[in-house]
């Protein structure tokens, strides 16, 4: 069932403590803030003693609050000159505050104001689910889970390091010290993970040594006499660092997403391409609508689109993406009703999901005229930070950030694959080895069918067809508009409006169908007086890969060949083909899909926290089409 986000409202206590009015708690000493996260999250982790000279390194906390704990671990870790490569730090928040009550907090420490500033200029629009932030250049990953942390928690894939128990007293908040929740983190404990918290009280202790943690009493912050401090004693094997090469085939946005997600991890990547350049094929278009799914339930597709969307926007929008070519703008998107009952029903989710103005707008008729400066069809759902992108741009400036560590082979037509030894094997038209690899990603959309170890994912083509009309004959568009077609603003002095959907192979441009995309037009934008029937205008023909749950295909691919037998199977018995990974199957939303699905490959791949809850990860799962396999038998 939906649960709305409700922020946390700012409140201090009669001596000007940071105050929770939900759970009736201090956020955290009288004695002062930083001085208690110094002393028990990072003393007591035996930081940054313990992450020095790593690769990587993750911490959990069980609820951000301030940001306080966040803010000290950041600044020790920024000043070591022994600290870890990578810095993963999670946190789970149920009442997140807004980023201006952040501000007037975070004044209170001017000792973190540098990276106090760059936390709220990154800081998530406050809707439920799981938000990945990059920071320090991409070298701290921070992964805030905004939501009730019981149910979070135990829909996260990772392994943990260290763990900041940090809620607020287990009498005015027991869910965060439950049962379920704490043995949850010894699920996903490292070896020799530690963990510290200001809590000593005898259940707390006797769940954390029930989960496999020894926890003892250890010097207290203030007042506070005691607290305690332990270790993760139970036995894990330790992870096999993955060999850090790799294939790609395909430079649309799915393949040089992935590359520059594997090349910000260090890896060595060749990406091989049959065309002259990246996104020169479903990925061509000369605009691409950027928004969200919404649905009253707020359902699986509804939740992978919002955490795509939003981390999407976060990664284009940086400074050195524009720097590196991308060409985006976030105008807003607004979609219409199609009838007066589906204007009512927008209405009403707009109300039931009470998503923030910022990323969510309701707008009656009158109001979406006024929005956008001239007569609207009906009303509907504005999307402030959505707009248009440019795709081909988008690959460009990708492959521009990745930089070296990306071998690009343009112009080479794939005609097999295989797997040999250790290592899978790339082959042209002509039998001559391209690359070699441990591992493989297939990002090439429907094309991916063609080899026999992907054949039976059930991807099919469908055409489409953009009718590209010259800026003038519109009027200005501030906002890109979607109904039952879509229209962008003007780029390079073209509107691109779509878009056809036929289940054909024909390349070449059809006079019905810039037609059909006229008449949709003008049920965007009311009396234009473009006549389909006589305006003919410059097109483009594209063919999007369209799985049958219209959701895309992200992860390792099963093995065929040894599919479980009982029809009871879990995605967990699947057997999949070793180091044969595919990004695929993004349809017309490859926009959206394509940045976080290549960094949660990425950190699959890497051994990493994942950005996705489970639920979610299983949803995008190739082996899914398996199953479904498996549970048509006979």
């Given at each position: 069932?939906?649960?709305?986000?409700?922020?946390?409202?700012?409140?201090?206590?009669?001596?000007?403590?940071?105050?929770?009015?939900?759970?009736?708690?201090?956020?955290?000493?009288?004695?002062?803030?930083?001085?208690?996260?110094?002393?028990?999250?990072?003393?007591?982790?035996?930081?940054?003693?313990?992450?020095?000279?790593?690769?990587?390194?993750?911490?959990?906390?069980?609820?951000?609050?301030?940001?306080?704990?966040?803010?000290?671990?950041?600044?020790?870790?920024?000043?070591?000159?022994?600290?870890?490569?990578?810095?993963?730090?999670?946190?789970?928040?149920?009442?997140?505050?807004?980023?201006?009550?952040?501000?007037?907090?975070?004044?209170?420490?001017?000792?973190?104001?540098?990276?106090?500033?760059?936390?709220?200029?990154?800081?998530?629009?406050?809707?439920?689910?799981?938000?990945?932030?990059?920071?320090?250049?991409?070298?701290?990953?921070?992964?805030?889970?905004?939501?009730?942390a019981g149910k979070l928690l135990g829909k996260l894939r990772?392994?943990?390091?260290?763990?900041?128990?940090?809620?607020?007293?287990?009498?005015?908040?027991?869910?965060?010290?439950?049962?379920?929740?704490?043995?949850?983190?010894?699920?996903?404990?490292?070896?020799?993970?530690?963990?510290?918290?200001?809590?000593?009280?005898?259940?707390?202790?006797?769940?954390?040594?029930d989960a496999g943690f020894r926890a003892d009493p250890y010097?207290?912050?203030?007042?506070?006499?005691?607290?305690?401090?332990?270790?993760?004693?139970?036995?894990?094997?330790?992870?096999?660092?993955?060999?850090?090469?790799?294939?790609?085939?395909?430079?649309?946005?799915?393949?040089?997403?992935?590359?520059?997600?594997?090349?910000?991890?260090?890896?060595?990547?060749?990406?091989?391409?049959?065309?002259?350049?990246?996104?020169?094929?479903?990925?061509?278009?000369?605009?691409?609508?950027?928004?969200?799914?919404?649905?009253?339930?707020?359902?699986?597709?509804?939740?992978?689109?919002?955490?795509?969307?939003?981390?999407?926007?976060?990664?284009?929008?940086?400074?050195?993406?524009?720097?590196?070519?991308?060409?985006?703008?976030?105008?807003?998107?607004?979609?219409?009703?199609?009838?007066?009952?589906?204007?009512?029903?927008?209405?009403?989710?707009?109300?039931?999901?009470?998503?923030?103005?910022?990323?969510?707008?309701?707008?009656?008729?009158?109001?979406?005229?006024?929005?956008?400066?001239?007569?609207?069809?009906?009303?509907?759902?504005?999307?402030?930070?959505?707009?248009?992108?440019?795709?081909?741009?988008?690959?460009?400036?990708?492959?521009?950030?990745?930089?070296?560590?990306?071998?690009?082979?343009?112009?080479?037509?794939?005609?097999?694959?295989?797997?040999?030894?250790?290592?899978?094997?790339?082959?042209?038209?002509?039998?001559?080895?391209?690359?070699?690899?441990?591992?493989?990603?297939?990002?090439?959309?429907?094309?991916?069918?063609?080899?026999?170890?992907?054949?039976?994912?059930?991807?099919?083509?469908?055409?489409?067809?953009?009718?590209?009309?010259?800026?003038?004959?519109?009027?200005?568009?501030?906002?890109?508009?979607?109904?039952?077609?879509?229209?962008?603003?003007?780029?390079?002095?073209?509107?691109?409006?779509?878009?056809?959907?036929?289940?054909?192979?024909?390349?070449?441009?059809?006079?019905?169908?810039?037609?059909?995309?006229?008449?949709?037009?003008?049920?965007?934008?009311?009396?234009?007086?473009?006549?389909?029937?006589?305006?003919?205008?410059?097109?483009?023909?594209?063919?999007?890969?369209?799985?049958?749950?219209?959701?895309?295909?992200?992860?390792?691919?099963?093995?065929?060949?040894?599919?479980?037998?009982?029809?009871?199977?879990?995605?967990?018995?699947?057997?999949?083909?070793?180091?044969?990974?595919?990004?695929?199957?993004?349809?017309?939303?490859?926009?959206?899909?394509?940045?976080?699905?290549?960094?949660?490959?990425?950190?699959?791949?890497?051994?990493?926290?994942?950005?996705?809850?489970?639920?979610?990860?299983?949803?995008?799962?190739?082996?899914?089409?398996?199953?479904?396999?498996?549970?048509?038998?006979?």
């Amino acid at each position: 069932m939906y649960e709305p986000l409700i922020p946390a409202r700012l409140a201090y206590s009669e001596a000007g403590v940071p105050w929770s009015e939900q759970y009736g708690d201090l956020y955290h000493s009288a004695e002062g803030g930083p001085g208690q996260a110094r002393h028990v999250f990072l003393r007591g982790n035996r930081l940054p003693e313990r992450w020095q000279g790593k690769d990587r390194f993750v911490i959990l906390e069980t609820g951000f609050g301030t940001g306080l704990n966040f803010l000290a671990t950041w600044s020790a870790w920024r000043d070591d000159p022994q600290a870890c490569r990578r810095l993963h730090y999670i946190s789970a928040e149920k009442h997140p505050f807004p980023v201006d009550d952040l501000a007037a907090l975070h004044a209170a420490w001017p000792e973190f104001a540098e990276p106090a500033a760059q936390l709220r200029a990154n800081w998530p629009t406050l809707v439920p689910g799981c938000h990945r932030l990059e920071l320090a250049g991409g070298r701290l990953i921070l992964t805030l889970l905004f939501g009730d942390a019981g149910k979070l928690l135990g829909k996260l894939r990772a392994g943990v390091d260290a763990f900041y128990l940090d809620g607020f007293t287990p009498a005015q908040n027991p869910d965060l010290w439950s049962p379920a929740l704490l043995g949850r983190l010894g699920e996903m404990a490292n070896r020799g993970a530690s963990l510290a918290t200001w809590s000593v009280a005898v259940p707390v202790r006797n769940l954390l040594h029930d989960a496999g943690f020894r926890a003892d009493p250890y010097p207290g912050f203030g007042r506070k006499k005691e607290m305690l401090a332990g270790r993760f004693v139970l036995e894990r094997p330790n992870d096999t660092p993955p060999e850090r090469r790799a294939i790609v085939l395909g430079a649309g946005v799915a393949g040089s997403t992935c590359c520059e997600r594997l090349a910000s991890r260090g890896w060595q990547v060749t990406l091989i391409d049959r065309r002259p350049g990246p996104g020169m094929e479903a990925s061509g278009n000369l605009a691409g609508i950027v928004m969200p799914l919404i649905a009253r339930d707020d359902n699986i597709a509804a939740r992978l689109s919002r955490a795509a969307y939003l981390y999407g926007l976060r990664a284009w929008q940086r400074p050195e993406a524009g720097d590196a070519g991308a060409r985006l703008a976030a105008c807003g998107v607004m979609q219409f009703a199609r009838t007066p009952e589906q204007e009512a029903q927008m209405r009403r989710t707009a109300e039931i999901l009470g998503f923030p103005d910022q990323f969510l707008r309701f707008l009656s008729q009158a109001e979406a005229a006024d929005w956008l400066g001239h007569a609207a069809p009906a009303g509907g759902w504005l999307f402030p930070q959505g707009g248009w992108a440019n795709p081909p741009s988008l690959c460009r400036a990708a492959l521009a950030l990745a930089g070296e560590r990306v071998q690009a082979l343009f112009e080479r037509s794939v005609g097999a694959i295989e797997r040999a030894g250790a290592d899978w094997r790339v082959f042209d038209d002509d039998g001559h080895c391209l690359a070699e690899a441990p591992t493989l990603i297939l990002a090439s959309g429907v094309d991916a069918i063609r080899f026999e170890q992907a054949s039976r994912l059930p991807i099919q083509r469908m055409r489409g067809q953009v009718t590209l009309v010259p800026e003038g004959v519109l009027p200005g568009l501030r906002s890109a508009l979607c109904r039952d077609g879509y229209a962008a603003p003007a780029v390079d002095g073209l509107h691109a409006v779509g878009a056809s959907y036929d289940a054909d192979a024909d390349p070449l441009p059809r006079a019905a169908c810039d037609a059909d995309n006229l008449r949709r037009l003008s049920g965007l934008l009311p009396g234009i007086g473009i006549d389909p029937e006589s305006r003919r205008f410059a097109s483009r023909v594209g063919f999007r890969p369209v799985p049958p749950d219209r959701l895309p295909i992200a992860g390792p691919l099963p093995d065929w060949g040894q599919l479980p037998d009982s029809t009871a199977a879990r995605l967990g018995d699947m057997v999949r083909q070793p180091g044969l990974y595919g990004l695929l199957g993004y349809a017309s939303r490859g926009l959206v899909w394509a940045n976080l699905l290549a960094e949660t490959l990425a950190s699959q791949l890497a051994g990493e926290p994942l950005p996705l809850e489970t639920d979610l990860l299983d949803a995008v799962d190739p082996g899914r089409f398996a199953l479904r396999a498996i549970r048509k038998r006979p």
